[in-house]
């Protein structure tokens, strides 16, 4: 009984907690029992809206191989098995095959494959670069872009089929095609030809970049 006042005396002036006492005892205080946690697998915000098809497109789709025609060409893809694809009234829904890893990292980018492919036969895709320099000039030559970037030579690059480039002015280029990809490869493949320098902002460059200046050495 001495002892058991003792406990409860020394306790008090330390000011541990009855769980605290407890823990320091080697019992299990009741209240840190916890439940297991559940990690649910979340939705794509993407890849749960379905692809709409819009108005001129048709469009075979059989054991996931989507093929699309419009307006401005035809397009393909196999799509994995890792996704299901259903029709719906006017549109293409693509939902998971399993909860699998791969399956939930690749919903959002197979939607977004499939409605680039939807936009691309029907509006096409562009992308546009300007030339910052002086006497930097581009210009269409038959099939191919011809650019003045500074060099004692011509840079000559051939447009690849299913694209279109064209130079409003001769600082201008647009490049245009249905393959948002090939779209994107070309453009920078045309910008590597002289990217843009850190001091004066010369060179190659997408209309909408923003060229960081550097300062430069001060004599």
Excluded: W
């Excluded at 401005?72 to 893809?77: I, P, S």
């Excluded at 002086?134 to 299913?162: C, F, R, T, W």
């Excluded at 990809?181 to 493949?189: D, L, M, S, W």
């Amino acid at each position: 009984m001495a002892a058991s006042m003792a406990s409860t005396s020394l306790s008090a002036r330390q000011g541990y907690a009855p769980a605290r006492v407890a823990a320091r005892a080697g019992a299990k205080p009741v209240s840190a029992a916890r439940a297991p946690l559940r990690v649910v697998a979340g939705e794509s915000r993407i890849g749960k809206h379905a692809v709409p098809v819009p108005k001129g497109v048709t469009y075979t789709l059989k054991d996931n191989l989507l093929a699309v025609k419009g307006p401005k060409g035809e397009l393909e893809f196999q799509f994995p098995d890792l996704m299901v694809m259903t029709e719906e009234d006017g549109a293409i829904r693509l939902s998971k095959a399993d909860e699998s890893k791969k399956a939930r990292e690749g919903h959002g980018l197979y939607r977004t494959l499939c409605n680039n492919m939807m936009v691309g036969v029907s509006d096409g895709f562009e992308k546009k670069l300007k030339l910052v320099g002086v006497g930097y000039k581009a210009a269409m030559q038959g099939k191919d872009l011809n650019l003045s970037l500074g060099y004692a030579h011509q840079v000559i690059l051939e447009v690849p089929q299913g694209l279109k480039v064209e130079c409003p002015s001769n600082t201008e280029i647009v490049v245009s095609g249905y393959d948002k990809v090939e779209v994107g490869n070309f453009a920078a493949i045309i910008r590597s030809k002289r990217k843009p320098e850190p001091y004066k902002g010369k060179g190659v460059r997408y209309a909408d970049e923003v060229v960081l200046i550097k300062e430069g050495k001060r004599k």
